[in-house]
Structures are given as structure tokens and as C-alpha cells.
């Protein structure tokens, strides 16, 4: 699978959009970029997923570039309780690739404040 | 919310001791994972399972054992603990088959060993 790069941390004011962006620069046509966050000592929650088109759900968007060797994930109106560390992760589909398993970085400390 | 649930979620032991993790999830899913997280650091995958039957050792070697007779249950063993065990071991759980099978995470076992 495809290496991910996130800057360590970034800061965000609250109500504010938050943008994370990732790079993915060796990503192959086949695989997927996942986003999952970890709030602190709970387990990691996924996010959002997607392959080359925007996509959008009741948490964040993701925002991938044509060439797909980036994307940003938005989380709309950032509230307090969205400090967390957030991953980007890609992966190949199994149905094509066959099984793969996620392998988490050290993704981006987001700090939301009031 | 998915339903995957460790017990116990805090543990300090001595050394020596034989320990199992508990992991289960009521949501019929055929992968379970264990992955090793040290406070601040990645996670990483050291054991998974594709269904009943099925174990496969991750991506960093661990001591543990692990075991999958039932596919709700897929507990995790030391059979002897050291102080170099102390960590968060995190239970994830996936369904079968597509990409849009995002991992549902319990919230950890924060293992302690002195």
C-alpha cells in the first residue's frame, strides 16, 4: 500500500473549518484513501473513504485532486470535541488486490480551540 | 455505533503472569484485528484473522498468541507477561469482502506490567 504524508499537528478555532491535507504522492489506481481519527485513549473512528471523487457524509468531506496524489479531508464547523489525531491512510481494494490491512502513520494532532 | 467491546479496559499485572484480552463483536463480521499502540506512538498490527479458524500473525512480531473459534470472539493471550508488554492493545473488527468495510475499533485494553 501507498505511503501517506500529514503535517504532525495543525491548530483550529472553534466553529471554524478544519482542513487536513495528506499526501499520497505514490498512490496506484486501485486504492482507496481512508480517513479514521483517534480521540484521546479511545479507539480509532473511521471517517470517510474515497477513490478519485469528492465525497461528502454527516462528518467531514474529502476533497481528492485529480492526479490523486493529495487530498484534503474538511470537517465543516470544527467543535471541541474534534481534537484528535487524524489518519490518511490508503488501500487497495480486496476484491481486486486481494486482502490488505490497514496500516496506520502517525497522522495530524488537530487542536481545536475555543 | 459499532459493537465491539474489550474487557478488561484497564489491567496491571506482574510480571510472570498469564494473561487473555478480550475482544468481541456482535455485528457478524468475518476479519478481527489486534493492533499495538505505546502512548503517542502508531498502531501497529500484530495479529488478524479472516474468520473462524483463521489467525495471521501483523506486521510487528509480538508474543502474543491469539485464537479465533467463534466469530464474535477473538481473544488475545500472553502467556507470560514482562514490563515490555505495557501498552494499549486496540481490537478492530471489519465485514466481508468490499472496500466500503470501513474497521470498527473497541476502545482498548491499557495493559500495565511491573
Known amino acids: 500500500d501507498a505511503k501517506t504524508t500529514q503535517p504532525p499537528s495543525m491548530d483550529c478555532a472553534e466553529g471554524r473549518a478544519a482542513n487536513l491535507p495528506c499526501n499520497h504522492s505514490?498512490?496506484?489506481?486501485?486504492?482507496?484513501v481512508y480517513w479514521y481519527r483517534q480521540i484521546h485513549s479511545q479507539g480509532p473512528q473511521y471517517i470517510i473513504h474515497?477513490?478519485?471523487n469528492n465525497e461528502t457524509n454527516e462528518m467531514a468531506s474529502l476533497i481528492i485532486t485529480e492526479d490523486r496524489k493529495s487530498s484534503t479531508l474538511i470537517l465543516p464547523h470544527a467543535t471541541l470535541r474534534d481534537t484528535a489525531v487524524y489518519y490518511c491512510?490508503?488501500?487497495?481494494?480486496?476484491?481486486?488486490?486481494?486482502?490488505?490491512?490497514?496500516?496506520f502513520g502517525k497522522g495530524t494532532m488537530l487542536l481545536v480551540s475555543p | 455505533e459499532a459493537d465491539i467491546y474489550q474487557t478488561p479496559r484497564y489491567l496491571v499485572i506482574g510480571t510472570g503472569k498469564k494473561i487473555t484480552l478480550e475482544c468481541s463483536q456482535t455485528m457478524g463480521h468475518d476479519k478481527m484485528y489486534w493492533y499495538q499502540q505505546d502512548p503517542g506512538m502508531e498502531l501497529h498490527l500484530i495479529h488478524y484473522s479472516y474468520g473462524v479458524n483463521s489467525t495471521e500473525k501483523g506486521d510487528l512480531s509480538s508474543e502474543s498468541t491469539v485464537s479465533r473459534i467463534r466469530t464474535e470472539h477473538f481473544p488475545l493471550t500472553l502467556e507470560s507477561a514482562r514490563p515490555s508488554h505495557t501498552s494499549q492493545y486496540l481490537c478492530?473488527?471489519?465485514?466481508?469482502?468490499?472496500?466500503?468495510?470501513?474497521?470498527?475499533f473497541g476502545n482498548g485494553t491499557r495493559l500495565t506490567v511491573t
Open positions: 491512510i490508503v488501500r487497495a481494494d480486496p476484491l481486486l488486490s486481494g486482502y490488505s490491512t490497514l496500516t
Open positions: 478492530a473488527s471489519s465485514g466481508w469482502g468490499t472496500i466500503d468495510s470501513p474497521l470498527h
Open positions: 505514490t498512490i496506484s489506481g486501485n486504492e482507496y
Open positions: 474515497g477513490l478519485k
